[in-house]
């Protein structure tokens, strides 16, 4: 298909835009066609004016044409086919393979929100019927659901083109709650954006609801993502990228005379813990495990973990001397952008500085200095310089990893309660090593939002069970999922309907239960109709 470089607010293309930029393959570091139209302020104004006139109508819509919707967008994303990969694949160096993994993943995701809208139990319904007669007051009708918010602001992400960026989770579980939506397109992958703004729009006019449902802008996100999220008419915003980048947005939306939420996944380190007896048993499939999680994506993963604990002594540094072999055979790949690129090597030469802090292996395989190439790192310290250096407990985007052994297992509890928040933490231990871990693995879970005990934190399933979250900085809001099932729940609200006759109730909260919802009847989880 070809592109037209602008942006999309209500279903249809916009003229203008003086600045442009491009996007730049990191396969061949070259400047790709078209040019991007950046908005402005009036922009932003008008696809917030259209996405508020739009909810009014959407809002309000049956769970069936809401649950319509997220299946047509699927349908529409599978008929771009392969022009859609090719794109993703020129526009980030993703491998078309691991591309038309993440539009399976993309698809299902609003697959499965389109079921969870249609069962509908979701909006947790609460009812506690009228007590005319309880004595020494009367109970009033009480009705109580999630409702959706308005509009909503969504921040592609670099790393998942398709499952976290224009039609990914937020925009899926943002549309499943009834709320408009207007991306902030990410400009590593512009193109990509377009054809997926495309078949999101035409999946808001095929099933009849109001343009301003959809709308997706290309500018800068100093300039535009600070200003989507200042709107006067934004009710959240959902983000996945640096912390920086983050905290701004949500610094931001908490300086407006009427705070909004911003669901920010930022940056987390995803410490993996080796027992010894873990260590003793399965030392050469630890390392295999490791080595595939630490380079998986070429470390651009948010679950990568960055962190690795063991107790000192023989054991240890022999696992430490085999993973860094292992590592050395671990080849360079190419990384999502130069920017990111750049800010990789940074990092590792941040890290050289550290007093106490050694290198204990590079790829073999030099990187070539052309292109956006990150190269498999491996350092180690102790546990005492973990401690002492700031430094050492600041993420590295990127295939690098850090090695720290303490004196015992007090030390390993220790260094855990002195972590910040992640979305992840792993255990490997034996039956016997795990019997003894309790205090461990209690910290942990005030640490991380999922904890991984004999796997590796990378990949995370889309389900109801699954929680992508953690304390900050892992995100913002640590209650909160931007995976799984759960996530429709970031942009929902409570409402309370008081002595509300019938005839205004959404049927959702009606008697007859006409849905068949699971509800809270006096306290009782139900399908029943109320009698």
């Not at 990410?186 to 808001?204: D, L, Q």
Request: proline content about 7%; glycine content about 10%; charged content about 20%.
């Amino acid at each position: 298909m070809t592109l037209h470089g602008k942006s999309l607010i209500a279903g249809q293309p916009l003229d203008g835009g003086a600045r442009l930029f491009h996007a730049i393959s990191p396969l061949a570091n070259e400047r790709l066609e078209p040019a991007f139209h950046e908005v402005g302020g009036a922009e932003v104004d008008r696809a917030l004016l259209l996405a508020e006139e739009a909810f009014a109508v959407f809002g309000r819509a049956a769970a069936e044409t809401r649950a319509a919707l997220l299946e047509t967008i699927a349908d529409e994303i599978l008929a771009l086919g392969e022009a859609l990969l090719q794109r993703a694949h020129v526009e980030t160096g993703l491998p078309l393979a691991r591309l038309t993994g993440e539009r399976g993943r993309t698809v299902g995701q609003l697959r499965l929100f389109a079921e969870i809208v249609r069962e509908g139990s979701w909006c947790d319904a609460r009812i506690d019927p009228a007590l005319p007669d309880r004595q020494p007051l009367p109970r009033p009708d009480l009705r109580r659901m999630l409702t959706p918010l308005g509009p909503v602001v969504v921040f592609g992400s670099s790393n998942f083109p398709l499952a976290f960026s224009v039609a990914g989770g937020d925009t899926a579980s943002a549309l499943a709650a009834g709320n408009p939506v207007i991306v902030k397109a990410h400009r590593a992958h512009p193109g990509t954006s377009e054809m997926v703004a495309g078949a999101v729009a035409r999946a808001v006019a095929a099933c009849g609801l109001p343009g301003g449902v959809f709308s997706m802008l290309h500018g800068s996100g100093a300039e535009i993502g600070i200003a989507l999220v200042r709107h006067p008419l934004t009710r959240a915003a959902g983000f996945t990228g640096s912390r920086a980048a983050g905290r701004a947005l949500f610094d931001a939306a908490n300086a407006r005379p009427d705070p909004i939420p911003v669901f920010a996944e930022m940056s987390s380190l995803n410490p993996v813990f080796i027992l010894p007896g873990a260590l003793r048993e399965h030392g050469a499939q630890l390392i295999e495990g490791l080595k595939t999680s630490v380079t998986m994506g070429v470390g651009q993963f948010c679950t990568k973990p960055g962190l690795v604990f063991g107790i000192g002594g023989n054991s240890f540094e022999q696992f430490a001397e085999n993973f860094a072999a292992a590592m050395r055979t671990a080849a360079p790949g190419t990384m999502l952008t130069a920017g990111i690129c750049r800010a990789f090597h940074d990092g590792l030469e941040t890290m050289e500085r550290v007093p106490g802090v050694v290198a204990l292996a590079m790829s073999d395989t030099a990187p070539d200095a052309t292109q956006t190439h990150g190269e498999p790192v491996v350092f180690a310290t102790d546990a005492a310089n973990f401690l002492r250096q700031p430094a050492l407990h600041e993420e590295v985007f990127g295939p690098y990893t850090l090695l720290v052994d303490a004196p015992g297992f007090s030390e390993l509890v220790h260094l855990a309660r002195h972590l910040e928040g992640q979305l992840t933490a792993t255990i490997h231990g034996t039956a016997d090593d795990l019997a003894n871990a309790a205090e461990l693995l209690a910290v942990l879970q005030r640490k991380a939002g999922r904890i991984v005990v004999n796997g590796f934190p990378t990949g995370v399933e889309v389900s109801p069970a699954m929680h992508h979250g953690g304390p900050y900085p892992a995100t913002t809001d640590e209650r909160f999922t931007s995976v799984g099932t759960a996530a429709i729940q970031r942009f929902a609200r409570p409402v309370c309907l008081q002595n509300v006759p019938a005839s205004a109730l959404p049927p959702e909260l009606l008697d007859a239960n006409p849905r068949g919802l699971m509800r809270l009847v006096n306290g009782q989880l139900t399908r029943a109709p109320i009698a």
